[in-house]
């Protein structure tokens, strides 16, 4: 709980347009087999105007990627 407390500030909401826009990303590259959830992370990241974090070479031709191992 006390970890949790101290880091619920840091959420940031997800609106139905992110997740719309992470849909359609999931279906877009569904050969690609890239999980729901990073398709989420990359919509919200790039709605924000940030580098999408990721270690998955499955982003490697997107926009405003940055590879962390």
């Known amino acids: 709980d006390t970890t949790f407390d101290s880091l619920v500030k840091y959420v940031i909401p997800i609106d139905n ?5 992470a849909n359609m990303l999931k ?32 982003f490697a031709d997107l926009p405003n990627v940055a590879f962390v191992k």
């Open 17 to 21: 347009a992110t997740i719309k826009r």
């Open 27 to 58: 279906f877009k590259f569904k050969k690609r087999k890239i999980s729901y959830i990073d398709c989420v992370g990359y919509e919200l990241a790039r709605s924000r105007g940030l580098l999408f974090l990721t270690g998955d070479q499955q």
